[in-house]
């Protein structure tokens, strides 16, 4: 066996033995496509089910991962890969541990997007539960669009939906892109 596919293999247990730790439920890396949102919303609810969650947490939490996957399947910027070059690609995974469900992306975005969004999570976190319902009237009576379309409403939902503030980091990886890290906490019986 080569050294390489050794020290794979031992990095392989690794990460498995810290998804255990973590209850990851489901885990993906790579692009994301429309199939593979049908997909993973239909994994998930089948695990809720087996799970026999109450259907407002069954609700609450599907709205949550609809939200962060069509943030990720219409914002991740491309990033560079193997051969030097730029592709689409992201990571998604979700929890459940001590009494919620934790939704986790991460994806690239381009160093010239970071503090516009940056901007956009600290003022979404800066407001009251009041607060955010007028903001998500306001941008809804606005009719402002993004620069990729959306009308910016995703993590108001979000931060709505779950009473939570968003923890996210941004991990600078080269001159042209970084790493953004979103964790929404969804906790049960809220």
Known sequence: MSENLEFMMLDLFDFYDKMERNNI????????????LTSILQIMESKMDNFQEEPKTKKK???????????????MDEAPTDSGEYGRSAIFMIGKLDGAYNVITGNYILNENVSGLKNRLDEVNSLTKEELKEYHKQILNNGEMSLKGGGGLGMVDIARKTG????????????KVSFFSLNIKVTLNQ
Request: with cysteine.
């Open 25 to 36: 439920l489901l885990s993906f890396k790579g692009d994301i496509t429309s199939d593979l």
């Open 61 to 75: 939490v599907y709205n949550v991962l609809v939200e962060c996957l069509q943030n990720l399947y219409h914002h």
């Open 164 to 175: 939570q503030k968003l923890h996210y980091t941004f991990q600078p990886i080269d001159e």
